[in-house]
């Protein structure tokens, strides 16, 4: 028998093709396909060059709310899950401090209570 296996792909993707979380849902991605339109509307009834760079911020609204993903808004998560994961390692440092600070001054009173 023939192995009929079809060949993959040399590249899996490219820059257009990449798969991304959608981190824009429900009323803020309607909101910004609304938003997108309605600043693209104004730029262009405006003309010139205010109304082209509304036309510009209304198309990367538009996009937003047509791709789902908003790559500002995934640095900001990235940004405070990082924070988080820093504030935990501090606050177990923090209690790890604590607990050495108790061993050693219940380990100080044995000793004292030895040596008299």
Same mark, same amino acid.
């Given at each position: 028998m023939s192995d009929n296996k079809?060949? =993959?792909p040399v590249i899996e993707s490219t820059p257009f093709q990449t798969q991304r979380t959608q981190n824009v849902q429900g009323w803020e991605r309607i909101g =910004?396909? @609304?938003g997108g339109v309605l600043m693209?509307? &104004?730029g262009i009834r405006r003309g010139g060059?205010?109304?082209l760079i509304q036309v510009a911020i209304g198309g990367? @609204?538009?996009a937003r709310g047509i791709s789902g993903h908003c790559s @500002? &808004? =995934?640095l900001l998560e990235n940004s405070r899950?990082?924070?988080n994961t820093i504030r935990t390692k501090i606050?177990? @440092?923090g209690e790890e401090l604590k607990n050495l600070k108790t061993q050693t001054e219940v380990a100080a009173q044995k000793t004292t209570k030895t040596a008299d």
């Open positions: 079809i060949p =993959s =910004s396909l @609304a693209m509307g &104004k060059f205010r109304g990367m @609204a538009l @500002a &808004k =995934s899950q990082e924070m606050e177990r @440092a």
